[in-house]
């Protein structure tokens, strides 16, 4: 019989423990065992395992000389392509980070089972899995080591050489209970590994002193021995580091600093930091700052000095002086200098969360800093040639490492999200922008680039959508803008040229509500995984604009205006630790001219959604963003078809903000403006699409579809959570599918059939911004599970009168909601923080329905004390609604189906469409119909109108009638258009489309026809 390859293990009590058995079928059929090493440093021994088929299973072993380590190094192709991984979520129906796994068949398949002896760790009975040995710790996945330890004995497991795994996700090493026994599981189907085992005593695992805080120095100043042999033998290998060119000839093309606009010139940068009273203000109060913490104890190195020392190179940029210089390089040179012994001594820089994805991901933003400011210092005449070579060799230490294989793995191992990929590649930009002469420097930018190019492809959509929810995409643009614009200082490649990347800054632009009143400025609507407030604010906007001002004025313009109406922020995004330790003072000049929103107008984004707006260059604009058909960095967090809205520049109707005071609530799909299913949040990458779309000066037609196939039940909110839910009666989840409290993520799952949902909403607009603004919004399903429609609104109250609410706005506006179709049952309540850092208290109106029953519902926004009160009606056989005004009278169309309804002297035909008199004025408009009349004033479209016999054509068209012309705006098909107005009424005799006269036919007693091209366009008859 041929023996397997571990026979057991000496513990450092001396006792022998484990042996192994292997797995699978057909068996080995041969073994050779050699002995390839044996020498003073280290004994080495392979084992080569024959099976049928000429497949083989190699396992090498080396120990170490004075070293508590034995190194495996494992190939095998037993079953060369077959797939097991799974992700274990989905066998025990619950998110848990690192829950890496195989499925059942794995078990027939080959592998090592080896035992692990007594240890007994602490697990669930019911659920076996105790650890997934992962050779690079990504932001939801496995252990860099396993450490196992009873009261008297020890083991450590440890994944080392990343970069050298082949089909890493096939071959993690699992740790799991069967019965009484500890085992471990090594799959040897198809790929190559790398791991070790650590001896030691039961504390090997543990800090070796005492720890300081961790928000000011983040990872562990005391790392394990468990943790150092790791780093040791995985992470920095001593074979790889020894190659690394720390000192070199630093010969430039281009003087630092490269990270100041002009380059190198510091002279006409402080001038302009001097002259501009923004520039000038923030560096008279850094210089304050700092200038008056100079007898503070350890000077520089105070407060949080590790993470964000704000200022420092901002008071060195705005002053020049010797002693300011000599601040920076102290600080600069000590944040290296930690996060390098910490990198050494095996903590792996994680910040507040263990893992190598993180700790990756915190170095990285701040490399992004320190390299501009160790940029500014190379440029300095108050450093030595001595001290300059040491700030060179720590930057290059970093971009050697960052770009090492076994610390980026370029296997399928997953790094994160993708803002983690930018930010590490946007570092090893910026480091090869600063270290021009060194002779890796153009490779570290090509990093950099290749990077950029993928963002450009890959991240941002053709429409300019992005790939994650709006706080990361702006992380993610925030992580490759600083080596894009060292990159051009630097006489590189001028990326804000490039379309694909002003069109992911004119989406990101164009989501930006009005200016809050809370907060005194804009902020991103909070979708995805983002924060309420004042994380999406950046200085990227200046940037951008100070790099296009010369190439293209009109887009540096509107840059500038979202920088001012975002609070003119001088650092990028905040929210985590050390994003916001990056200089800008010298790049941006806050005397670029803003552009006048009025390119901001409604539109639809492919992989985002749509936004629909009205005056926006209005204080009192009125803003709604609705995702549908968003990409999985949206989708995690239920936000399709969940609308985020302000009127007449009041924020009404919001989405909570996940990243805020409440994960565990802010993620619920009720807790947004939409419909959840069987109170469960979806939690596939189910999506939707937008079906229909017009966008008209007198109203938006917007239409997306949702399907999910998978739900997940969550633990309810209490009184006593931290938003403090209040409901008018208790919100009963299935017991049977619902999880206990603090699983924030995921509850309990199930696949359902196909629930089909499709939301309509029709926004009427008015040519005075105080005027009507309203929004109906239709939902209609195919579905087997009953619903519930949720709005919520920030307001100080919420009162219903039959079938009409009306909330009470807390920045004066109110909001009157019609409930055109009764539904079965009202709940009303209140969640969310009223503190000065969110202001996010809102009040909640739920409606419920039973299965495939719709919703139908009017928003009426209106500015208290300077708006009439409308009355609110179900008109037109439920197909629409009447809204009554002292001096103005509305009735709005959303149906499910094309219809044909008449009321009093309101007729239409279609879906979609608007009738509205005003004392001097009438309009109609046809979203998506063929006709639409008020009284004797007609409207008909198609691509041919015969005696009202239409052919349908696609496309949105309104015309509005005064005494002596019609005006009329349109887009979409060629097609011909028919309208009548009273008899009674002057002939209009000309007709011009885009102010260019056209062909006018007049037939009967005031009816005209003509041909409207394709396109959007503006006519009139007079």
Known sequence: MIPAPYQGFKLATGRWVGGSQMMGNPAPVGLIAEVIARGPLFAEARLTYAYPDERTYSLTCRIIAGEAVALFSESFNTEKGKSYHRNLNYDFKRFVQGRFGYADTFENSHWVRMSLGDFQPEIERGDPWYGTLHPWTSWHGGMLTIPLANTTEYLGLMALRAGHWTRPLENLPLVKLHGDELLLQLPINDG?????????????????????????????????????????????????????????????????????????????????????????????????????????????????????????????????????????????????????????????????????????????????????????????????????????????????????????PPNEIGKGTYNMYASRDGAVGCLGAVLVGHPRAVAWQTVGAERVEDVLNNFIYPSGAMLEGMHYSGVTLDFILPFVSMLKLAG????????????????????????????????????????????????????????????????????????????????????????????????????????????????????????????????????????????????????????????????????????????????????????????????????????????????????GEYRFTRLAARAPLTEKEPGRMELSEPRVVNTKLAVGEGNGFFGDQQDVPPQLWRRQLLFAKDTDPLGPHYLLVRDSFQASLPTDWNLWCLATDLRINGDTATFTGKYEVDLDVLMADAPDKIVTGAWGPDTAQFYERQKLLQMQQGINNGYFALLYPRKRDAEPVPVLRRALDGAGVAVTLPDRADWAILAVDPVTVKEGEVAFTGRAGLAQRGKEWMRLALLDGDRVALGDFALMHGRQVVEEVRVPAAGAISVTARADRLDGDATGDSRQVVITISPAARVLTTLTIDDVPAPLTVTGVNTYSFQLPAGAHRFTLK
């Open 492 to 703: 590189g490649k001028d990326y804000f040229t490039d379309e694909r990347l002003k069109k992911g800054l004119r989406w990101y632009a164009s989501c930006l509500p009005p200016t809050d009143v809370r907060f005194g400025r804009a902020y991103m609507p909070p979708f995805g995984y983002s924060h309420p407030s004042n994380t999406s604010q950046s200085v990227r906007w200046a940037v951008a604009a100070v790099m296009t001002a010369n190439t293209d004025p009109a887009f540096s313009a509107l840059m500038m205006r979202v920088w001012r109406q975002q609070g003119m922020p001088m650092n990028m995004v905040g929210g985590e630790a050390g994003y916001r330790s990056a200089f800008f003072l010298g790049m941006v000049n806050p005397a670029l001219p803003a552009a006048t929103p009025t390119d901001l107008v409604s539109a639809k984004w492919d992989g985002f959604g749509a936004v629909l707006r009205s005056h926006p260059a209005s204080p009192l604009e009125t803003f709604l963003a609705i995702p549908t058909g968003v990409p999985g960095g949206f989708r995690a967090y239920p936000n399709e078809g969940a609308f985020h809205l302000y009127a007449k520049g009041a924020p009404l109707c919001l989405r909570f903000g996940t990243r805020s005071f409440s994960v565990i609530g802010t993620m619920q799909a009720w807790m947004s403006n939409r419909i959840t299913f069987d109170r469960r949040d979806e939690c596939t990458n189910d999506t939707g699409k937008i079906t229909a779309w017009a966008s008209l000066p007198a109203a938006d037609l917007f239409t």
């Open 192 to 408: 190559r590994r790398e791991w070790g085992m650590h001896f030691g005593a039961p504390d090997a695992a543990k800090p070796t002193g005492e720890e300081r805080p961790s928000r000011a120095f983040p990872g562990l100043d005391h790392p394990s021995a468990l943790q150092q042999a790791h780093t040791k033998y995985g992470d920095i290998s001593l074979e790889v580091v020894k190659e690394w060119m720390l000192a070199w000839s630093d010969v430039r093309p281009t003087p630092n600093p490269v990270s100041i606009n002009p380059p190198g010139n510091l002279a006409e940068v402080r001038q302009r930091i001097a002259d501009d009273p923004l520039l000038a203000q923030r560096a008279k109060e850094h210089t304050a700052f700092w200038d008056g913490q100079r007898a503070t104890k350890g000077f520089p190195l105070i407060g949080n000095w590790v993470m964000t020392p704000e200022g420092a190179e901002d008071v060195y940029l705005a002053s020049g002086t010797a002693q300011h210089a000599r601040d920076l390089f102290t600080l600069t040179l000590a944040r290296l200098r930690y996060y390098t012994e910490q990198t050494l001594g095996g903590v792996g820089f994680t910040g507040y969360r263990n893992g190598h994805s993180y700790g990756m991901f915190h170095l990285a933003h701040f490399l992004i800093g320190v390299a501009r400011q160790a940029d500014l210092l190379l440029g300095s005449p108050h450093l030595t040639a001595d001290e300059k070579a040491a700030l060179r060799a720590q930057l290059a230490f970093y971009a050697y490492l960052f770009t090492d294989q076994d610390y980026w």
